[in-house]
């Protein structure tokens, strides 16, 4: 009796623990496309979903989550914004922290080079479709000129008024520094200027979200072939944000444009028969302060996606190490840490929200800022 007990007790092993080995196992999924709808309010999307308004991110996140992502370290501003979502880094170590204050992302840092090195500059694709013509995809280098020069250029400037997108702000000052007597104006570059470099191709300053996702759905005809990342940057939530205010209907329009164009993407991956294979994850830089034209304070925004892992809330700093620990990288192998966790395991730093008032989000060496408008969803 006790030999039949012993012998159903291995047979029910070698049935069982492949089983559970399977059931517990994380599919590593072949590609990733980031959709960035740029200045998405929190609130402003669950009410488009309320409404029916946003199909393809319902969809989404009926199969995997719609999870909320608080700002809390660095400005509720493109630059900063999207510096932090690419790296995992808060701004002490990108030195990117806000749209003013800011410098190229050191070598090696963004998730386009870490895949890129993982699997071989030949064997995978990295590719950025990007709206925006400043603040974010623009790769302008470090630059120095001699102060003297700059003083003789101010007065022509003056007078003139340059055209720029909405929300842009001022340009950046540079920093003075001395060489053998000479005084410089010395600018930092964008900071995308380095992370540019390791990606197939880098589109930027399409500003329509049509030219953006077109854009996308060509790229995914061309390397279909081959695994790859795609980061598609939508702008135009954004720029209606600041010439409409935040509860116009202009502003609702391009949420809804940004969703279409996202359900076109998805729609693409189907007919290439790379959905299954595919993750898909659309979030924001920053949201938009209630009824407002600007984001001073706006560190509410969220993350949809079909990745049936993703399981907690979490912080901006999160999408990066998100996306590599899905890709398999080991995170622990890492240099300098990350300062974001992967939403797909529980965290082991404290998960923090943005407060309701207090100013912006936490940026070293600057004062308070304005306060929020709108609670958390």
Same mark, same amino acid.
């Given at each position: 009796m006790?030999?039949v007990?012993?012998?159903r007790?291995?047979?029910?092993?070698?049935?069982?623990?492949?089983?559970?080995?399977?059931?517990?196992?994380?599919?590593?999924p072949?590609n990733?496309?980031?959709?960035?709808?740029?200045?998405?309010?929190?609130?402003?999307?669950?009410?488009?979903?309320?409404?029916g308004?946003?199909?393809a991110?319902k969809?989404?996140? +009926? %199969?995997?989550?719609? *999870?909320?992502?608080? @700002?809390?370290? $660095?400005?509720?501003?493109?630059?900063?914004?999207? #510096?932090?979502?690419?790296?995992?880094y808060?701004?002490?170590?990108?030195?990117?922290?806000?749209?003013?204050?800011?410098h190229?992302?050191?070598e090696g840092?963004?998730?386009f080079?870490?895949?890129?090195?993982?699997?071989?500059?030949d064997q995978?694709?990295?590719?950025?479709?990007?709206?925006?013509?400043?603040?974010?995809?623009?790769?302008?280098?470090?630059f120095?000129?001699?102060?003297?020069?700059?003083?003789?250029?101010?007065?022509?400037a003056?007078g003139?008024?340059?055209?720029?997108q909405?929300?842009?702000?001022?340009r950046?000052?540079?920093?003075? +520094? %001395?060489?053998?007597? *000479?005084?410089?104006? @010395?600018?930092g $570059?964008?900071?995308?200027?380095t992370?540019?470099? #390791?990606?197939d191709v880098?589109d930027?300053?399409?500003?329509l979200?049509e030219k953006?996702g077109s854009r996308?759905?060509?790229?995914?005809?061309q390397y279909?072939d081959k695994?790859?990342?795609?980061?598609?940057?939508?702008?135009e939530?954004?720029?209606s944000g600041?010439?409409?205010?935040?509860n116009?209907?202009e502003?609702?329009?391009?949420?809804?444009?940004?969703?279409?164009?996202?359900g076109?993407?998805?729609a693409?991956?189907?007919?290439?028969?790379l959905?299954?294979?595919?993750l898909?994850?659309?979030?924001?830089?920053?949201?938009f302060?209630?009824?407002?034209?600007?984001?001073?304070?706006?560190?509410y @925004?969220f993350? $949809?996606?079909?990745?049936?892992?993703?399981?907690?809330?979490g912080?901006r700093q999160?999408?990066?190490?998100?996306?590599?620990?899905?890709?398999?990288l080991d995170?622990?192998?890492?240099q300098?840490?990350?300062?974001g966790?992967?939403?797909?395991?529980?965290?082991?730093?404290?998960?923090?929200?943005?407060?309701e008032?207090?100013?912006?989000a936490?940026?070293?060496?600057?004062?308070?800022?304005?306060?929020?408008?709108?609670?958390a969803a």
């Amino acid at each position: 009796m006790r030999g039949v007990w012993r012998w159903r007790m291995v047979v029910a092993l070698v049935v069982l623990v492949p089983l559970a080995a399977r059931g517990g196992a994380v599919e590593k999924p072949r590609n990733i496309i980031l959709i960035g709808w740029d200045g998405a309010q929190r609130n402003h999307v669950h009410e488009c979903l309320d409404r029916g308004e946003l199909p393809a991110l319902k969809l989404l996140s +009926e %199969e995997g989550a719609l *999870v909320d992502i608080d @700002v809390i370290t $660095g400005a509720t501003d493109t630059k900063a914004g999207w #510096s932090q979502i690419l790296t995992g880094y808060h701004p002490q170590v990108t030195g990117v922290y806000s749209n003013g204050r800011y410098h190229d992302v050191a070598e090696g840092y963004s998730v386009f080079e870490r895949l890129k090195k993982q699997f071989g500059p030949d064997q995978f694709v990295c590719a950025a479709v990007i709206g925006k013509s400043g603040h974010c995809g623009e790769i302008k280098p470090p630059f120095r000129k001699p102060l003297a020069d700059a003083e003789k250029e101010e007065p022509a400037a003056k007078g003139k008024k340059a055209a720029r997108q909405p929300g842009a702000g001022k340009r950046k000052v540079g920093k003075v +520094e %001395e060489e053998n007597g *000479v005084k410089f104006l @010395v600018f930092g $570059g964008s900071p995308y200027y380095t992370m540019h470099k #390791s990606c197939d191709v880098w589109d930027y300053g399409l500003v329509l979200n049509e030219k953006v996702g077109s854009r996308a759905i060509q790229l995914l005809d061309q390397y279909k072939d081959k695994p790859f990342f795609f980061f598609v940057h939508f702008a135009e939530v954004d720029h209606s944000g600041h010439k409409h205010g935040e509860n116009s209907k202009e502003y609702n329009d391009a949420l809804i444009s940004s969703d279409a164009w996202t359900g076109k993407i998805v729609a693409k991956l189907k007919e290439l028969g790379l959905y299954d294979k595919t993750l898909v994850y659309v979030t924001a830089d920053h949201g938009f302060n209630e009824g407002q034209t600007n984001h001073r304070y706006a560190p509410y @925004v969220f993350l $949809g996606t079909n990745d049936p892992e993703v399981r907690r809330a979490g912080m901006r700093q999160d999408i990066t190490p998100t996306i590599l620990a899905r890709f398999g990288l080991d995170l622990a192998g890492i240099q300098p840490p990350l300062d974001g966790e992967p939403l797909i395991q529980p965290a082991t730093k404290p998960v923090q929200k943005a407060p309701e008032k207090g100013g912006r989000a936490k940026e070293p060496g600057k004062g308070k800022g304005g306060r929020a408008k709108k609670k958390a969803a």
